[in-house]
């Protein structure tokens, strides 16, 4: 990962301070677009982030206080294993907006999961730049678990990196009928019976 010079300049300096960001664009029940984020911070703040893909920078706010409550280490690896993390979340708030709300009054199924990461100046708690893309992906599942009497539960969201898109495969059969669906083609009109056609190739035919 390309680090851009004032982080590069933080991370060398070793006087930082680390958080996270989580973002869930998911949908309302009634299939409106419905953006949910959380960070590792106190207070809830309005962070300008570059989504994946993108290049323009966003601004999003982010709920704190202990909404997301735990973030797995992130592995950097080249490939297109579709590598999954879990995010502990915050299960005692039912406010809308809050990680309970999200998972159980609107459907993040499959929503698009973003984690950044921000570096922050200790001794003026400002960013010393935007947060860099971690992770990027799909949400797999959601699971509480409910505390026992003087225990504590939990809220957990599980999301597949995005290289889970490369794993789809494509349902359509490769045949004449199939391919007549793009605007009338018949690429493939003599696939049913080429295999049955007999070619003789450097020799006269007896």
Same mark, same amino acid.
């Given at each position: 990962?390309?680090?851009?010079?004032?982080?590069?300049?933080?991370?060398?300096?070793?006087?930082?301070?680390?958080?996270? $960001?989580?973002? =869930? +664009? @998911?949908?309302?029940?009634? @299939?409106?677009?419905?953006?949910?984020?959380?960070?590792?911070? !106190?207070?809830?703040?309005?962070?300008?982030?570059?989504?994946? @893909?993108? !290049?323009?920078?966003?601004?999003?706010?982010?709920? %704190?206080?202990?909404?997301?409550?735990?973030?797995?280490?992130?592995?950097?690896?080249?490939?297109?294993?579709?590598?999954? =993390?879990?995010?502990?979340?915050?299960?005692? #708030?039912?406010?809308? %907006?809050? *990680?309970?709300?999200?998972?159980?009054?609107?459907? =993040?199924?499959?929503?698009?999961? !973003?984690?950044?990461?921000?570096?922050?100046?200790?001794?003026?708690?400002?960013?010393?730049? &935007? *947060?860099?893309?971690? $992770?990027?992906?799909?949400?797999? @599942?959601?699971?509480?678990?409910?505390?026992?009497? %003087?225990?504590?539960?939990?809220? #957990?969201?599980? &999301?597949?990196?995005?290289?889970?898109?490369?794993?789809?495969?494509? *349902? &359509?059969?490769?045949?004449?009928?199939?391919?007549?669906?793009?605007?009338?083609?018949? $690429?493939?009109?003599?696939?049913?019976? &080429? %295999?049955? =056609?007999?070619?003789?190739?450097? +020799?006269?035919?007896?």
């Amino acid at each position: 990962m390309t680090y851009d010079p004032e982080t590069t300049t933080a991370l060398a300096s070793g006087a930082l301070v680390l958080r996270d $960001f989580l973002t =869930v +664009q @998911g949908k309302t029940l009634g @299939g409106g677009a419905a953006t949910f984020a959380y960070w590792t911070g !106190e207070d809830n703040i309005a962070v300008n982030v570059v989504p994946a @893909g993108g !290049e323009t920078p966003q601004s999003r706010n982010f709920v %704190g206080g202990g909404t997301l409550l735990s973030v797995p280490d992130v592995i950097d690896a080249i490939g297109l294993e579709a590598r999954g =993390v879990t995010f502990g979340l915050d299960q005692t #708030s039912t406010v809308v %907006g809050s *990680p309970m709300d999200m998972v159980f009054g609107n459907n =993040v199924r499959v929503a698009r999961v !973003e984690l950044h990461r921000g570096v922050f100046d200790p001794a003026t708690w400002n960013l010393v730049a &935007a *947060p860099h893309l971690l $992770f990027a992906g799909r949400v797999d @599942g959601a699971e509480l678990n409910d505390a026992e009497a %003087g225990g504590e539960g939990s809220l #957990s969201l599980t &999301a597949q990196a995005s290289a889970i898109d490369l794993t789809k495969t494509n *349902p &359509a059969m490769e045949s004449d009928e199939q391919q007549q669906l793009r605007s009338g083609d018949r $690429f493939r009109r003599y696939g049913d019976t &080429a %295999g049955q =056609v007999e070619t003789w190739w450097g +020799q006269a035919r007896s």
